[in-house]
């Protein structure tokens, strides 16, 4: 699951990202209302942490926008401002929820753990597939041909980047941000040895192979256009 988090305060917004990383979800954090604006009116997010009082563009005016634009994408506000006035006006807005700091981790993630699953009661769980290949995000689950795979936090999310952009020739720049958050760095191995364990578990065993190289310019993982010749 891919979560957008909008907070121009450091600590709060490293926090938020390293924990919510942590708990398994692929994080996008816009220090500033602009870029929040541009990524959550862009992007395809499952949900929105929204602060509300931010540089250039406040959080009032991104929900609206979403809202306008027909977007759906659940809303959580994460703000300072306590007044009742202030909770309701979100929630007028079009936001689903409203955290107000200081707040206890364990509670926003129930919260966002919450709204993930309202926004599914109509549409039944989600999955996303590849051939045989299928991983469950509701119940954070891969399989491939109806066998389980055990997967780490860390290649669960890897594993949904490279199936929600399916065809997609990812660079180790963007897959290094995504899934870790970090610069990439040519000099470390980090994201191949990622990938080398990720197809060992996924391609070993099964045909046809789905994680691919390109050569000099990333991953993908798609079914291959010529026959797997195991």
């Known amino acids: 699951m891919k979560l957008l988090i909008v907070e121009d305060e450091p600590k709060t917004g490293e926090y938020l990202r390293q924990g919510l990383g942590e708990a398994g979800f692929v994080v996008d954090w816009a220090r500033n209302g602009l870029d929040g604006h541009h990524l959550a009116m862009s992007g395809d997010y499952d949900l929105v942490v929204l602060d509300v009082m931010l540089p250039d563009i406040d959080g009032w005016r991104i929900v609206r926008s979403l809202r306008e634009a027909g977007r759906s994408t659940p809303v959580l506000f994460l703000s300072a401002r306590d007044t009742v006035e202030d909770r309701v006006r979100g929630l007028e807005l079009g936001a689903d929820d409203y955290l107000v700091k ?129």
């Open 102 to 230: 200081p707040f206890a981790f364990t509670e926003l993630l129930a919260r966002i753990h919450t709204l993930l699953r309202r926004g599914r009661v109509a549409a039944a769980p989600e999955q996303l597939q590849v051939a045989d290949l299928v991983l469950d995000l509701q119940r954070r689950r891969a399989s491939r041909g109806g066998a389980r795979i055990a997967l780490t936090g860390k290649e669960f999310a890897l594993l949904e980047l490279l199936m929600r952009r399916r065809g997609e020739v990812l660079p180790r720049s963007l897959i290094a941000s995504q899934v870790w958050d970090m610069n990439f760095d040519s000099d470390t191995n980090v994201i191949d040895v990622a990938i080398r364990r990720l197809r060992a578990k996924v391609d070993d065993g099964y045909s046809p192979k789905l994680i691919q190289t390109v050569r000099g310019m990333g991953y993908l993982l798609d079914v291959p256009d010529t026959p797997d010749p195991s």
